[in-house]
């Protein structure tokens, strides 16, 4: 059965070749082939996963330091999942975009498949290498995708992506060397007789990782990254592939931390500052996607509450949390996506009336906006209302007041969007559509937000899994 | 008579069924006019229904009641008591009134099927709000009204009605923040909140007195945003911008009001009277209340447009609720929370009619209003009932409030409060009776003919609907005897907390 675990990563890697190897006029057929197929093995995963709480794979049963491992547990079954949704939605705008004549579509699908592939492997890495061989993977192909937007603006920011995710790469493997050289094993669980890691090599992995995860001041990358990247590709990075580096950020630091040091309360003033800072800094954007771009930065900053909060139950918040929020912002990409190819501009000055010319599109940005700012009934909600009763009860007044503090930053730029799309008076001879997308590629990205809302009403089998996965460190 | 499956059936209907409505009407898009109205009216129509069957079960002594766990050890409550029907009722009878009243309104104005959906959503939230057993449900729907409201206040879209929309979230929002504080922090004291009659609470020791207080400070803080209580009423003459249907809804059922219930729902069933009184909060709140009634009515007189005096006439009139939960004793409860149902009436009723003399007239500041008594005389009649009503004449329905809120007070000591009710009262004539002299006894401007209507049927709808309130305003207080009359009613909640 662990063969499940083994389909998750090989059957889009085998997508992967099948696309290179035959005539680019099959590529996209076999790409959506490959992405349809690699979820349902999810399906005995997520049941074993509730049965047995972590599934494991020694691949080719070499043992763990040389081989490579692999394990599942209730987070990693919720993030595949995510992937699931989200590349599939993704997968609907991009064959619109890039059907097998245009330019690009050769080298777009296989890139796309590879994402997904590194993203699955990542997650399912059980030891620091091969997690360092993920993120370096999903770096290099985000680089790639990036750079198909295919004008200056994008190539600038692939180049600075690459430049910063290098750098975060070198330090997260100097730090996994240390690791090595300390005790000998990088496997990713509690370390032998318990001992703590040197704090040298944790912060050195830290750092690497905030890198990679954007964490604020680490995320000048970001925003010109999503920004330029093509719909798809910002909605997979901003949801998922993105936020591997930050699961791995949760799960080494809470394996490995140390306890009594000031490392919580940096990390967590870290995160209420990019709270701060990337919820102001996405109320002045002038473009809706570097809008959605800066709200990431914020919402990376919430999710690092878990961090100061430790325990189980701001783990399931925060793991519900990343869920939700990945609905919610694959969504909010795939409508800009629609809006900027529609209306040759995602100027926010220019989307008055979108509510008359994109229905469908307004519609999905007030339902992902709405989640992102944790009004019930969203899924939004959960997770917030999750991690504000853990720091009631842990007396975590700072981070009670980041939490509050970030629904109401992320309203004010949320409620800007809205009323310039919705109930702004609309500039005459401004009703046409140049391009309507595909009705196929606008209820894609309603249906993200759709769950995005629809989980808020029906947590329980989610935070469920998440209450399986509540890592080693914390108790 | 009512099976179980019913008993949890019923509460989530009379939920869901506006949102059916909602989406119905967003589905359907602009174009489908009839379609729309039809939807409007029969969901408004079997909401109305639903509440009088929920009511006649909780007469028969059974409670209703739906629960959903939502999160571990997190339940989502529906449950149906007299209370709750007390403003559920009020929000559905109204409900289906302003949806009349609405359609008529905006017949010729774009982006009607936007309003009219979240016109549903809205009144989702207020039976929910109404119907919510405990603390955490009630703060889900109270959120959702913030939301749901927000495209009706900014749906002009005129830069007036959208910095009035930023100012109202500005409000709500922040509101909403202080009162997940609290929530947060009374779940965390006492597990889970559910609303009993005489409060949950008193089992605390002492030593969470100071605790309790502060919690106590937080949510009067959330709830008294949406119940517009001085210094926090700010958005509510700024919202005056949206369109004459809004304002009616706004003021004299779902947002004020749901604030007001809220503050009734905390004192009676979430600490109860007595742990409010022994935590030293009762003479702050009264205080507060009567700051409000006096400020919102010295605010009132200065106003020159006529929606704005109605709106601080609002912010003082729905005080008139809180003071009577804090003064306490069956009779002064009874007096506010009547006034849940007595103000919404009357209030509608004025802003229906000031609708009407903004549509059909153009006249929307107070020195336009002379003659208007020959203009549009039906209007005129329903404005000048709900407004004398308003001050307190019998036999409009303002007198039976005033009446019991100042017996109630007399008789648990408090005679200060008489003093405050009648300088209201005086306030009240002094701002509402130069508008009845300029409509009765001034004659007309030349040129000034008399009403202009775009069609027959809007013309009966728009006055039908006041004239129905209006008569609706004096029948309860005629009435107010009746077994079944909203004051009897409330004298029945009421004797369960001070039997």
């Known amino acids: ?475 | 008579m009512t099976t179980p499956w019913l008993n949890q059936a019923l509460p989530l209907a009379v939920v869901l069924v506006s949102v059916v409505a909602a989406v119905i009407i967003f589905a359907a898009g602009e174009e489908r006019r009839l379609l729309r109205i039809v939807v409007n009216l029969v969901a408004a129509g079997i909401k109305f229904a639903l509440v009088v069957w929920i009511g006649l079960t909780v007469l028969a002594g059974n409670a209703p009641e739906f629960r959903y766990e939502i999160l571990p050890g997190q339940e989502l409550v529906l449950h149906a008591d007299a209370l709750s029907i007390l403003f559920a009722s009020l929000s559905a009878l109204l409900w289906l009134v302003t949806t009349i009243y609405a359609i008529a309104y905006l017949e010729r104005s774009p982006n009607r099927a936007r309003f009219f959906g979240f016109f549903s959503l809205c009144v989702t939230s207020t039976m929910g709000i109404s119907m919510a057993g405990n603390l955490f449900t009630f703060f889900l729907f109270y959120e959702l009204l913030t939301l749901t409201t927000w495209p009706l206040v900014v749906h002009s879209g005129t830069p007036q009605a959208l910095a009035a929309g930023r100012s109202y979230l500005r409000y709500t929002l922040t509101g909403g923040v202080l009162f997940l504080a609290g929530v947060l922090w009374l779940y965390g004291l006492a597990g889970s909140v559910e609303f009993t009659p005489g409060g949950t609470l008193s089992g605390l020791g002492e030593e969470y007195a100071i605790q309790l207080r502060v919690i106590f400070v937080l949510l009067v803080a959330g709830m008294g945003v949406k119940a517009a209580l001085v210094p926090l009423h700010g958005w509510l003459p700024v919202a005056m911008v949206a369109p004459a249907p809004v304002s009616a809804l706004l003021h004299a059922v779902a947002v004020v009001k749901a604030g007001a219930f809220a503050l009734i729902r905390l004192v009676e069933d979430v600490y109860g009277f007595e742990l409010m009184c022994e935590l030293g909060l009762q003479l702050p709140l009264m205080l507060l209340a009567a700051t409000t009634i006096v400020f919102g009515s010295v605010r009132a007189l200065q106003q020159s447009s006529i929606k704005r005096r109605l709106a601080y006439s609002t912010v003082s009139q729905v005080s008139y609720i809180v003071l009577g939960i804090a003064t306490g004793g069956l009779l002064a409860t009874a007096g506010g929370m009547v006034h849940l149902v007595n103000q919404g009436i009357m209030k509608i009723t004025l802003f229906f009619c000031a609708g009407v003399f903004g549509l059909a007239l153009g006249v929307n500041r107070v020195k336009e209003l002379d003659g208007m008594g020959y203009r549009a005389p039906w209007t005129s009649a329903c404005f000048s009932i709900a407004a004398i009503g308003m001050i307190g004449v019998p036999p409009v329905a303002g007198f039976v409030t005033k009446w019991y809120l100042g017996s109630g007070a007399l008789a648990v000591g408090q005679p200060w409060v008489v003093a405050v009710l009648i300088t209201s009262a005086l306030l009240n004539a002094m701002y509402f009776l130069p508008l009845l002299k300029r409509i009765w006894l001034v004659r007309p401007a030349p040129g000034a003919g008399p009403a202009e209507y775009l069609g027959r049927i809007e013309h009966v709808a728009l006055v039908g609907s006041a004239v129905v309130t209006a008569s609706l305003s004096v029948a309860i207080a005629l009435l107010a005897a009746h077994r079944l009359s909203p004051l009897s009613w409330v004298l029945r909640i009421a004797s369960e907390y001070f039997p």
């Open chain 1, 1 to 475: 059965m662990t063969n499940a675990l083994a389909g998750v990563v090989f059957v889009p890697m085998a997508a992967l070749f099948a696309v290179i190897l035959l005539p680019s006029r099959y590529s996209r057929a076999v790409a959506i082939a490959g992405l349809l197929l690699w979820p349902i093995f999810l399906i005995p995963l997520t049941a074993m996963v509730r049965a047995e709480g972590a599934v494991t794979l020694a691949l080719g049963n070499w043992p763990v330091p040389l081989g490579i491992g692999w394990r599942v547990d209730g987070l990693t079954v919720v993030t595949l999942w995510l992937n699931a949704a989200v590349a599939l939605a993704g997968t609907v705008r991009a064959a619109g975009f890039f059907d097998p004549e245009r330019h690009g579509a050769r080298t777009y699908w296989p890139l796309w498949l590879l994402l997904v592939t590194a993203t699955n492997a990542a997650l399912v890495s059980a030891d620091l290498f091969n997690l360092y061989v993920g993120l370096e993977l999903i770096t290099l192909v985000s680089v790639a995708l990036i750079a198909t937007a295919d004008n200056v603006p994008a190539l600038r920011a692939a180049m600075r992506y690459l430049l910063l995710g290098m750098l975060g790469s070198l330090f997260y493997l100097l730090g996994v060397g240390m690791v090595y050289g300390q005790t000998g094993s990088l496997a990713l669980a509690v370390p032998a007789g318990g001992a703590a890691l040197d704090s040298t090599a944790l912060v050195l992995m830290l750092t690497g990782l905030m890198v990679k995860a954007a964490v604020f001041p680490l995320h000048v990358w970001l925003p010109d990254s999503y920004g330029q990247a093509p719909g798809p590709v910002g909605a997979l990075l901003a949801a998922v592939a993105g936020k591997v580096a930050l699961v791995a950020l949760w799960r080494i630091w809470f394996l490995f931390a140390p306890d009594d040091t000031a490392l919580p309360w940096l990390i967590g003033a870290l995160g209420s500052a990019a709270v701060v800072y990337g919820s102001l800094a996405a109320m002045v954007q002038t473009r809706l996607k570097r809008v959605v771009a800066y709200s990431s930065v914020a919402q990376v900053g919430f999710l690092l509450m878990v961090v100061p909060l430790a325990s189980p139950a701001a783990f399931q918040g925060a793991g519900f949390h990343l869920l939700v929020h990945g609905f919610a912002k694959a969504a909010m990409f795939l409508a800009a996506a629609n809006i900027l190819i529609a209306l040759g501009t995602d100027a926010v000055g220019r989307l008055s009336g979108l509510d008359k010319r994109m229905p469908l599109e307004a519609f999905t940005l007030a339902l992902a906006g709405v989640t992102l700012v944790g009004l019930p009934p969203t899924g939004g909600f959960i997770g917030k209302w999750k991690l504000l009763e853990v720091a009631w009860q842990q007396a975590g007044w700072a981070w009670l007041i980041t939490i509050l503090l970030s629904g109401l930053l992320s309203a004010a730029y949320v409620f800007r969007i809205l009323a310039m799309t919705c109930f702004h008076p609309r500039h005459s001879g401004s009703r046409a559509v140049p391009r309507k997308p595909p009705l196929a590629a606008s209820l894609a990205a309603l249906l993200l937000a759709l769950c995005g809302v629809v989980i808020g009403m029906f947590p329980g089998p989610v935070l469920r899994l998440l209450a399986l996965a509540a890592p080693g460190g914390v108790s």
